[in-house]
């Protein structure tokens, strides 16, 4: 998985209960997930379509880091899903544990909002990466 994006976790970052607030972390990992759909499928013109099911697993705490990580998992004609984690991070002892897992599916669009294809050389690039055999960093294809 990449790493997408890192966030100190701040007191005005919390909930009542002194924990990283849920539209907090929602915001943040949607915010990663669209933009590596859009490094992914060459184009700023996607929208969040779908969230899945998200696992609050373990709270975050205050002066944690919150490291989002994701990777696609299934590109279709319009549509591309990834798959996300937060993880937080101990800056003492570097420990990762993850907070919260979901997909995220988004939807290619044009200007008037209408679901467009995405073009082939991003489809084939996303399969080989979901296949294992290209890192997502690498435009090669």
């Known amino acids: 998985m990449e790493l997408l994006n890192t966030h100190p976790i701040k007191k005005s970052d919390l909930g009542f209960h002194g924990n990283l607030f849920g539209g907090k972390i929602l915001a943040w990992v949607d915010s990663a997930a669209s933009g590596l759909s859009m490094q992914l499928c060459d184009s700023p013109r996607l929208v969040t379509i779908a969230l899945d099911e998200c696992r609050f697993i373990k709270p975050g705490k205050e002066g944690q880091l919150l490291k989002i990580y994701g990777k696609p998992v299934k590109v279709g004609n319009t549509s591309i899903t990834l798959y996300l984690e937060a993880r937080s ?45 290209l890192d997502i960093l690498d435009k090669t294809i």
């Open 89 to 133: 991070h101990s800056v003492y002892t570097g420990k990762q544990t993850v907070i919260l897992h979901t997909q995220i599916t988004f939807v290619r669009i044009d200007d008037e909002g209408n679901p467009i294809p995405i073009s082939d050389r991003a489809k084939n690039r996303i399969n080989q990466i979901i296949e294992g055999n």
